[in-house]
């Protein structure tokens, strides 16, 4: 074996290891989180309400240092792995395993999006969006998934079409519709994404619809509630996060399903925003 080839290599083993490091580091810093927030959701008088404020805030630094933490290493293995990618591409095997590095880092960091925006919402800083470039980057960062499972996606949106939004806040509700439907479906599922602009009332109504496991009707009314996940590798972080985005856009969203026959998640927007 060349020296190049092992220099490599080595560089794929080491980047498994510190990948699984952080996953274990993320999991341990979700449990934490997960407990102190049972915690604090009990019933509480005046006093112990403000106490409880006080113990959020906290919560907020702590998983603010944890992110910054894990992000670190994480910005170096995914520039690397795509360096790499670009000169291995007559190599499919390590371009695979690249590959899954890359989705690894991209996923564990909407996950942490998800706990910073769940400890410190940021207040949204709306301006004029291409909605479509909006979808398409969203789409880009699961794209190796999409691949992976043979999911055909199509997408329904006038190129023209502009939201008043919060850019990166929008990208992490696609972001997380996406990952929702991809974790429901086995291989060779569907994804469809359709964008209606209604002139008359100013309103933008998003679908997002897959054709995924479906969830159970006594599990409908729970699905945007922290923590709340029927599926064992999920956080419970991701719709909270997406009803919180869409609330703070002066919007809602709504959630149709059956089991067995895949999900619908409707969103309505003020075009020109709140």
Known sequence: MKKDQLVTMEFIKDAFSLFNETSEKLEQAYHKLESRASELCSGMNEKETREREIRLQ??????????????????????????????????????????????????????????????????????????????????????????????????????????????????????????????????????????????????????????????????IDKIFDPFFTTNEKGSGLGLTIVHNIISAHNGTINAYSKSGEGSLFVINLPSQGG
């Not at 792995?81 to 989705?103: P, R, W």
């Not at 470039?133 to 502009?162: F, G, H, Q, R, T």
Request: hydrophobic letters at 40%.
């Open 58 to 219: 906290a919560m907020g630094w702590m998983v603010t240092k944890i992110v910054h933490d894990i992000r670190n290493p994480l910005g170096s293995i995914e520039l690397i792995s795509s360096l790499l990618q670009k000169e291995l591409t007559g190599d499919q095997d390590k371009q695979e395993l690249l590959g899954h590095i890359i989705y690894g880092v991209k996923n564990i960091d909407t996950v942490l999006s998800n706990l910073l925006h769940f400890t410190s919402f940021p207040r949204p800083r709306f301006e004029p969006v291409n909605l479509r470039m909006i979808i398409d980057s969203s789409l880009e960062v699961v794209s190796y998934l999409i691949n992976k499972k043979d999911i055909n996606v199509s997408i329904y949106v006038a190129e023209d079409i502009d939201i008043y939004c919060d850019k990166a806040l929008m990208r992490q509700v696609f972001l997380n519709l996406f990952l929702n439907s991809l974790h429901a479906m086995s291989d060779h599922g569907d994804i469809s994404i359709e964008v209606i602009h209604n002139r008359d009332n100013g309103e933008i109504e998003i679908s997002v619809q897959d054709t995924g496991c479906g969830i159970e009707q006594e599990d």
